[in-house]
C-alpha cells in the first residue's frame, strides 16, 4: 500500500510544482487530464490497480479515495508554499533599508566621517 502513497504524492506534486504545465509548454499540446491532480492521481491508482489484479470495486474505491485524497494534499501543499514564501520574505528582504553603506547617514552629511 505504501506504493499508493508514493502514487498519490508524486501525482500531486508534479502538477504542484509545474512539471505538467512545462511539459505542455514544450510539447505545445494541451494535456487536461494529467494536468489535474485528481484526475491523474484517479488514472494512476486506476492502472496500478488493475496491474496488480484488484476487482473493480475495489479499483473504483481505491482510485475515488485516493483524487479526494490529492484535493487534500494539494491544498496542504498550498498552504506551505503560502507559508514558505511568507517566511522567505522576512528573512530575504529586498529593501533599501537593508543597505550596508557609509553614506546612510543622510542628515549628517557636512560632518566629518574619520
Known sequence: MWELAAILFA????????????IE??????LPVIN?????TFWVAMAWCF??????VNMAAIS???AYAALWLELI???????????????????AT???SADG????????VS
Open 11 to 22: 501525482c500531486v506534486a508534479v502538477n504542484h510544482l509545474g512539471l505538467i504545465t512545462a
Open 25 to 30: 509548454r514544450v510539447a505545445r499540446i494541451p
Open 36 to 40: 489535474c491532480s485528481k484526475c491523474l
Open 51 to 56: 496491474v496488480h489484479g484488484f476487482g473493480f
Open 64 to 66: 475515488l479515495g485516493l
Open 77 to 95: 501543499m498550498g498552504i506551505i508554499d503560502s507559508l514558505y514564501y511568507r517566511i522567505y520574505e522576512k528573512i530575504i528582504t529586498t529593501d
Open 98 to 100: 537593508d543597505e550596508a
Open 105 to 112: 547617514n543622510d542628515a549628517d552629511k557636512d560632518s566629518a
